[in-house]
């Protein structure tokens, strides 16, 4: 029996069947949903757009301003859109393959949502799995107490669940001091930012750097950040370990095992 957890698995689920046992506990930290991997324009967006259409379409909606993204994720979302249908058709699609290979482990899984994900569906989809759930606040687990604070910061596209690192801090200060808190993303730090394979940071929440600066959590555990320069880091007294990508990497991280980083 053991605590284990993955993130960013986006659509990648069958490798979990073996690693995983039905007396463990998953922990999955976001970004179920494989709506597109920038590292090689993969994903339900750029198959169903077309590659070349959705990076032209990125681009302009970027170079034109904040209005332009917005109005590009509302004709992406609007129940009238060209792609709408087949867009909820695919990421439906996922979501089921996803709780399958949960109904054939049979263990107990605690979920948050990342921000390729579509919350919910995915809370839709675990109907009827009675031992997974789409979390987020405090959980025994093993006699420690996990927080769970779920989520991402705003994009260019401010997607329906995005929020802003105020509200995000608010989150954690409601949670309180926990033994290990997970998240999708990582605090502001910079060497738990950097993509190497993206060659630039990704977004990191100083609220989260503020709350493990002040309450000193023994781990935090994130995702989010695909090929990090590092996959741990020491702030204070809390070790910060980035469990992603397990699309990738296809490895399953074992709580306790501090020391494989």
Known sequence: ?????????????KGLVGEVRENDTLLVLGDVLDLIDWADLSG????????EN?????????????????AMREELLSLQGEYFQELLRRINDDYRRFTKVLREIGCRTYIIYGNSDMPEILESSLDGLHKSTLV????????????FVPGPLYSPFKMPREIDDEEFGSRLEELGRVDVLCTHIPP?????????????????????????????????YHGHVHHPAQRAVRIGDTKVVNVAYYKRDKHVYRHGNEDEF
């Open 1 to 13: 029996m053991a605590i284990k957890l993955i993130a960013d698995p986006h659509g990648y689920f």
């Open 44 to 51: 339900i967006l750029p198959e169903v757009l077309g590659k």
């Open 54 to 70: 959705l990076v032209e379409r990125i681009f302009s909606a970027f170079a034109a301003g904040p209005e332009a993204a917005m």
């Open 136 to 147: 987020e606040g405090r959980v025994e687990l093993e006699g420690e107490t996990f927080g």
């Open 188 to 220: 502001r730090w910079d060497a738990a930012l950097f993509d190497v394979v993206a060659e630039r940071p990704v977004e990191g929440s100083e609220k989260l750097l503020e709350y493990i600066e002040r309450e000193k959590p023994a781990l935090v």
